[in-house]
């Protein structure tokens, strides 16, 4: 295990701002010098544009560049010329949606997703089932915030032409058994996409293991950059795609009537990617190696927890999702009938930063009954001391509100 006070030591932002406690990196993660002096040292040292300059300055960028392609490689336990740089996940995710779906889905084709889908995994199928004919339908929950397997089976059928199911749900914490799902899957010939942005910071990930055809993440969780996420893909599920964008980069020959196309990953990469940002994300996962997922998956249980633990403490306070080992360190509550928003600016007040609404999860919340809820995420920084501080002022944003409650 690591330390995580020693951890929280190598984020310069809990030095700018002494006594926060930051709940919110499901969000978007903080980051620890390692991310920004990488960046830092290829804009003053190595800029130039990559895969393009025969000079030495290009080559030391391209080789930067590529190092990162190779660690995150590393990190999901694939080979470089399976990983896409893109933005986010949500590029991620609308790359494959409609490369793949323009191309393969038909009318009275299904999409099956599930009820926990971010709207990333869930709006991009949507547009494209609007332009094929292809139907979506989603995999309930259980009472307890965990997919319905049964429903599962019964929806899975020789309709089912995509599976598009997040590995670890934003709100809930859930942990999805993919391997279990896209194995079914694949069975019936769907293809496989899973949204790992929320599980890919905090599980050890073997894509492979998976059985998945695609994977995205976003850098800016896993405390990387932002504008910086990766698309995994077999390398057979990639070579069967074609462009998502045009232009310099991802071409082989172009004439003025037609062009041929570089094979992946340069094939979904047009134009002059996100170098500094790429080069953030690789320091990331090469940060997060060294500390091991195992451990930084066991640190993220055992916060999570104390902090279940901790919080049924508090009167009034309802909390949404599983209890069990299927569940990361995330917690969405409603705290009586005080609307979120109030409640966190409570909190906020007392140096305990969490998020509000309905996370980019609207059918979940439908699902839960509320229309927004508050949520506090932990990482690698946050420490038991943080759990106790955000009871503490829980407890006081309760006696302050206790007219509304």
């Given at each position: 295990m690591f330390d995580p006070e020693a951890v929280k030591r190598d984020f310069p932002i809990f030095e700018h701002h002494e006594g926060l406690v930051f709940l919110d990196s499901a969000a978007s993660s903080q980051k620890p010098r390692a991310v920004t002096e990488a960046m830092t040292r290829y804009y003053e040292h190595d800029h130039a544009n990559v895969h393009r300059g025969a000079y030495g300055l290009s080559m030391r960028a391209t080789e930067a560049y590529e190092t990162a392609r190779r660690q995150m490689a590393r990190f999901l336990g694939a080979e470089a010329d399976e990983v896409v740089f893109v933005r986010n996940a949500t590029e991620a995710l609308n790359l494959v949606a409609y490369a793949w779906g323009l191309e393969h889905l038909r009318d009275g084709d299904e999409v099956l997703v599930t009820e926990m889908e971010h709207h990333a995994n869930l709006v991009p199928w949507q547009l494209v089932a609007a332009r094929t004919g292809a139907r979506i339908k989603a995999v309930p929950l259980t009472a307890e915030g965990r997919l319905d397997l049964d429903a599962f089976e019964a929806l899975l059928s020789e309709r089912t032409r995509v599976l598009a199911v997040t590995q670890m749900s934003n709100v809930?914490?859930?942990?999805?058994?993919?391997?279990?799902?896209?194995?079914?899957?694949?069975?019936?010939?769907?293809?496989?996409?899973?949204?790992?942005?929320?599980?890919?910071?905090?599980?050890?990930?073997?894509?492979?293991?998976?059985?998945?055809?695609?994977?995205?993440?976003?850098?800016?969780?896993?405390?990387?950059?932002?504008?910086?996420?990766?698309?995994?893909?077999?390398?057979?599920?990639?070579?069967?795609?074609?462009?998502?964008?045009?232009?310099?980069?991802?071409?082989?020959?172009?004439?003025?009537?037609?062009?041929?196309?570089?094979?992946?990953?340069?094939?979904?990469?047009?134009?002059?990617?996100?170098?500094?940002?790429?080069?953030?994300?690789?320091?990331a996962a090469d940060y997060l190696m060294r500390l091991g997922m195992e451990n930084v998956w066991a640190h993220d249980r055992a916060l999570l927890e104390y902090a279940l633990e901790r919080l049924a403490e508090v009167p009034d306070l309802h909390l949404y999702g599983p209890r069990g080992a299927d569940r990361g360190g995330v917690i969405a509550f409603n705290l009586g009938r005080l609307h979120p928003h109030d409640l966190a600016t409570a909190l906020d007040e007392r140096g305990v930063a969490v998020r509000t609404g309905h996370h980019c999860a609207q059918p979940l919340h439908r699902r839960l009954g509320v229309a927004a809820t508050a949520r506090a995420s932990f990482y690698v920084y946050n420490t038991p001391t943080d759990v106790d501080r955000l009871v503490e002022a829980l407890l006081e944003a309760r006696k302050f509100f206790a007219d509304w409650l």
């Open positions: 809930l914490g859930t942990v999805n058994p993919v391997a279990e799902l896209a194995a079914a899957a694949r069975e019936r010939g769907a293809l496989v996409v899973v949204d790992g942005a929320q599980a890919a910071p905090h599980l050890p990930v073997r894509v492979r293991e998976l059985n998945a055809d695609f994977y995205a993440l976003s850098g800016h969780k896993m405390l990387g950059p932002t504008g910086a996420g990766v698309l995994w893909g077999r390398r057979e599920a990639l070579a069967d795609l074609p462009p998502f964008l045009g232009g310099g980069s991802m071409i082989e020959e172009v004439t003025i009537e037609r062009s041929t196309y570089a094979p992946p990953p340069q094939r979904f990469e047009a134009g002059t990617p996100a170098i500094a940002e790429a080069i953030g994300l690789g320091a």
